[in-house]
């Protein structure tokens, strides 16, 4: 059988990595000891990425993504997975132009709360991402409702994705306040929690979360596997 050759097109480091750790550890529960897809990742200069999206510029952070996609296609990948989930609001501008298929990481996502049955999931992640419809249009799709932080709230996650996160920064009072945003969400009936944000669940585990956790990096990771191993 040959397996896919997989492309991914990365936006901030701890998120990218942490998916292609993923992808080379899970590996080998399909493959045997040691042996994962051959992976190709390219990726811009983080400040260009932030730039755009603080100006709402999407079709500047779309021709980034198409030539990290160029790049990793001419490598020889097969498929590009992206593990930001912010920058997937150019998704639909990429795809077009794209010179291989990609995964969608919200749709991965939202069939994964769709096989846990859940009714109802929040969803963490940047502001740009809270605010924009990547989850509740992939959510919809498949009959599952949503909430999102409060406004101050959905504020302060940002503050501590930016300025902590994607530096690789874990402090515990950061991680308290995601609990306690978790908590608050629980109470509103909330029966998951999306980490839209690929650094996130760097902070919130399994084992703190007061809600069952949507890991959308390691969600996207092993979608990326099972593609790879499609006949």
């Not at 901030?12 to 992808?23: F, K, M």
């Not at 994962?36 to 990742?41: A, G, K, R």
């Not at 390219?42 to 932030?50: A, G, P």
């Not at 419809?133 to 504020?155: D, F, N, R, S, W």
Request: some cysteine; aromatic content about 8%.
């Amino acid at each position: 059988m040959r397996v896919k050759h997989i492309g991914i097109v990365a936006c901030s480091s701890e998120g990218a990595a942490l998916c292609y750790r993923t992808i080379c550890l899970e590996g080998e529960k399909y493959l045997g000891p040691y042996v994962h897809p051959e992976i190709t990742m390219h990726t811009h200069s983080f400040s260009e990425y932030v730039k755009y999206i603080k100006s709402n510029d999407w079709k500047g952070v779309a021709k980034l993504m198409l030539s990290s996609a160029e790049k990793v296609a001419k490598a020889g990948a097969d498929f590009i997975i992206c593990p930001d989930n912010t920058i997937h609001q150019a998704f639909d501008l990429v795809v077009k132009r794209s010179p291989i298929p990609w995964l969608h990481i919200a749709e991965e996502v939202a069939l994964e709360a769709l096989s846990h049955e859940y009714k109802c999931v929040g969803i963490l992640g940047t502001i740009y991402l809270m605010r924009s419809q990547v989850y509740p249009e992939k959510l919809k799709a498949v009959g599952i409702e949503y909430m999102l932080p409060e406004t101050h709230e959905q504020e302060r996650i940002n503050r501590i994705i930016f300025e902590e996160l994607v530096k690789g920064i874990i402090s515990e009072k950061s991680r308290n306040y995601f609990v306690e945003v978790i908590k608050k969400l629980k109470g509103k009936g909330c029966d998951a929690v999306v980490l839209g944000c690929t650094e996130i669940p760097l902070i919130v585990t399994p084992e703190v979360s007061p809600l069952p956790t949507l890991d959308s990096t390691r969600i996207l990771a092993r979608a990326a596997l099972k593609k790879a191993l499609e006949e």
